[in-house]
């Protein structure tokens, strides 16, 4: 079966891996990013480019590396696309740690309009006690 066109517009941005201009082609100009409390970096975001400055811009404090593994996707008939899997991490200190996230993002006319973020805040802030 193929991906609905708001599933395969949102698996797009993982397998760019966040590319600059597939996040400016995809999201919409009053996009929303909603990152857990007790995450780094969390908080509510307006815009791709406060996004991309303020939460991406920002270093995770004492991180090296991080990236996002989707493994599940789903979509539903509402411009929903939930996306399951596990950000892999790793402290300076050389603690690795493997976190659960899922992802709500809401497309609408073509374009992401929101992402919601729900992860196991506290394995990554365990982690980063080293």
Partial sequence: MSDSPDLALIRRVYESRMAPEVTKEVMAPDFVWDITPGFPNSG???GWD?????FFGTPMPNIVSFGAGPEE???DDAGHVFVFGHYH???KT???????FIHLWTVR???AV?????ADSHVLQEALKG
């Fill in 114 to 118: 929101s992402m919601r973020q729900a």
């Fill in 73 to 75: 996707f789903y979509a």
């Fill in 94 to 100: 050389g603690v690795k740690a493997d976190v659960r």
């Fill in 50 to 54: 406060s996004v991309a400055k303020d």
């Fill in 109 to 111: 006319d073509g374009k």
């Fill in 89 to 91: 991490a790793e402290t």
């Fill in 44 to 46: 509510v975001y307006h």
